[in-house]
């Protein structure tokens, strides 16, 4: 489903370079379902941009679902997460003015479906995460476990191959978290890839597998240990 | 993109939330709309004001009189009077930029003695001898009867046309003048047509208290045999008025053996130039009122466009979700216009409804004097529809660049965590 070449980026800061992802390869099946863990500055908001197609990369090659996806025009990408990808964010980024039902809708109205239409596949979809009942409550009446929810449905609605979740579960506590683990998993069952980016071991855990990143590359759990033993040692 | 629910949510949404500084906003554009709207209405006061004078008067027309020569001619010395008579009527008509010739005579008028008489009521008139063709130059409104005809010239008939004033001074209020004779310098003349006063000013003061009778039956009633008091003329439609006063000065002055470099002996009067120097006045005027009126305007539409950008910025995070869940750039700009624009036209068509309803209220307050200054200080249908398609255009540049900055907000936006 995702296929990374020899993926780099770098930021400009004024004159100087700073090399975000130095060479991501990595593969995604279809139906997967993936975890991205890594410290702070490992580059992992980075990839999960350029796999997003919110950011641009500038070299390699990043194929998805067997298309490659490069130097695309602002519209074009909007069409393409339109229709292949779905988005779960860490806080939550429900429109304040839009009740729940209108929310999940949205990405259906981009894709110009009637208003009927959508607001029907809404409450489906709404029901499907246990919030029916909660249908025309506003984002600001909702607990932060349902807003989640509500931001859930809001990614499945448009039948997606591949959701990511930035930090789904980091505004929630231990037992919420669990839930919307539990709905993942149940996503996944369906099918759809799953990329989940994280640093909670807890949530890591309970994905298919793992990618770690480091300083821009992709490391496996031994070398990661190695290293930080290598630091240990050193002290 | 007009009739999307989802677009006028949101607008909703934005302006009910900050209503004391989108309204606050919204002053600024009214005003401006509001203070357009008045001047232009003031402006066009003063001009119908102005141009009533002029009222009913053909553009491309001319009158011609005599003044003593200021220069010596032929053996003829300066400073000597002459008058004109039938035979210059008939040379005028042959040159063929005329379009209407009209010789006219005047008995009485303004502090001459009492000239008119309905048994024991008298009063002084501006008693014209004049051709039915007239009323085609200088418009007469005819209330009751009828103006003069060929008939009436050819046949040398007794009757007249009288003004309101004469009727007022000569007949009772609930008498018909219809059919009644009245005496001018001892000859009876009958009364076939009422006029109304069509113009402002003295004009119209004169127009009250002219009494109009065939020129033929002037000229033999009265001694002037064949003497022309003076000529009112219309040029055809193809050539200025200016050009066709040349023409006929020139001929006057060959007839009458005046020096072609005297400019003073046929005195002339032109309503083009007269008109177009008018014009060009109240033009200029109006490109003013344009010019201020759409300062005004334009600090408005600033404002809503500073508000605008202030939207913008509160939405990143949320203009950077749309992005993400699939909106395309022209959604996002679509969306800030469309409410740039509503609310620039909501506070404009609100400053331009109360920008009319005060000229209507200072019309009424004014009322129509004849002769005033200052009349129907209104706007027309065409100056609102102008104001109407400033208020877009501004709606439009107020929305212009927020837009551009919508738009440049990267979907990765939607990911960070404030």
Redesign the interface.
């Known amino acids: 489903m995702i296929k990374l070449n020899n993926i780099q980026k770098a930021y400009h800061i004024g004159k100087s370079e700073f090399k975000v992802l130095k060479g991501i390869n990595a593969h995604i099946k279809e139906g997967e379902f993936v975890s991205i863990m890594g410290s702070s500055g490992s580059g992992k908001s980075t990839l999960l941009n350029v796999l997003g197609i919110l950011d641009n990369y500038d070299s390699g090659e990043y194929y998805l679902n067997g298309t490659l996806v490069k130097n695309l025009s602002q519209t074009q990408a909007a069409h393409l997460r339109n229709k292949f990808l779905g988005f779960v964010f860490q806080s939550f980024n429900l429109l304040s003015f839009k009740n729940a039902m209108e929310n999940v809708a949205l990405p259906l109205y981009y894709q110009k479906v009637s208003r009927k239409e959508r607001n029907k596949l809404a409450l489906e979809y709404l029901d499907k995460v246990g919030l029916k009942d909660w249908a025309h409550h506003l984002p600001s009446e909702l607990s932060g476990g349902q807003k989640q929810r509500v931001a859930i449905a809001r990614a499945l609605i448009g039948k997606p191959k591949v959701i990511f979740a930035d930090e789904p579960t980091g505004a929630l506590d231990s037992t919420t978290s669990l839930e919307v683990m539990d709905l993942f998993k149940g996503i996944n069952a369906q099918g759809i890839t799953l990329v989940v980016v994280t640093h909670e071991n807890d949530i890591s855990k309970m994905t298919d597998r793992i990618i770690r990143l480091k300083d821009g590359l992709i490391v496996t759990e031994e070398q990661e240990t190695t290293i930080i033993n290598q630091v240990i040692l050193n002290k | 993109m007009i009739v999307d629910?989802?677009n006028w949510?949101?607008i909703f949404?934005?302006i009910k939330k900050n209503k004391l500084r989108t309204t606050l906003t919204m002053l600024g554009v009214a005003w401006g709309i509001f203070m357009l709207v008045i001047m232009l209405g003031a402006g066009n006061g003063l001009r119908n004001g102005i141009m009533g004078a002029f009222g009913g008067i053909a553009t491309n027309s001319f009158f011609l009189w005599t003044q003593p020569t200021t220069k010596p001619y032929k053996g003829l010395k300066s400073g000597r009077t002459f008058i004109y008579d039938n035979a210059d009527v008939e040379a005028l008509k042959k040159l063929p930029s005329m379009d209407i010739v009209c010789p006219q005579n005047q008995l009485g008028g303004f502090r001459q003695s009492n000239n008119v008489v309905r048994g024991l009521k008298t009063g002084t008139f501006n008693v014209m001898g004049q051709y039915p063709e007239f009323i085609l130059v200088m418009k007469k409104d005819i209330v009751k009867g009828r103006f003069l005809n060929q008939k009436d010239i050819d046949d040398k008939r007794k009757i007249c046309v009288i003004g309101p004033r004469v009727q007022e001074v000569l007949f009772k209020k609930d008498e018909n003048p219809m059919g009644q004779y009245i005496r001018i310098n001892g000859v009876y003349f009958m009364v076939v047509g009422l006029t109304r006063v069509s113009r402002g000013g003295q004009e119209g003061q004169e127009d009250a208290q002219a009494v109009y009778i065939p020129f033929t039956t002037f000229q033999k009633a009265f001694n002037f045999t064949n003497k022309v008091g003076w000529f009112v003329v219309k040029a055809k439609d193809n050539v200025t008025a200016e050009q066709a006063e040349q023409e006929a000065i020139a001929v006057l002055k060959e007839r009458h053996k005046i020096a072609p470099d005297d400019k003073v002996a046929i005195g002339h009067w032109n309503m083009g130039v007269e008109f177009g120097k008018l014009n060009g006045l109240f033009s200029g005027i109006e490109l003013l009122i344009w010019v201020v009126g759409i300062g005004t305007l334009l600090a408005g539409v600033i404002g809503i466009s500073n508000i605008m950008l202030i939207v913008v910025k509160e939405r990143t995070?949320?203009i950077g979700?749309?992005?993400?869940?699939?909106?395309?750039?022209?959604?996002v700009v679509s969306q800030i216009l469309l409410e740039a624009l509503f609310i620039t036209a909501i506070a404009g068509y609100a400053g331009l409804a109360a920008g009319i309803y005060c000229l209507e209220g200072l019309n009424i307050l004014i009322g129509h004097e004849d002769g005033a200054m200052f009349t129907n200080p209104t706007v027309d249908i065409s100056i609102a529809a102008k104001a109407l398609s400033v208020i877009i255009v501004g709606g439009l540049i107020a929305g212009f660049i927020p837009a551009r900055r919508a738009?440049a907000i990267?979907?990765?936006e939607?990911?960070r965590?404030?």
């Open positions: 629910r989802d949510q949101e949404a934005t995070k949320e979700v749309k992005r993400a869940l699939g909106a395309t750039p022209a959604n738009v990267h979907p990765v939607a990911l965590t404030e």
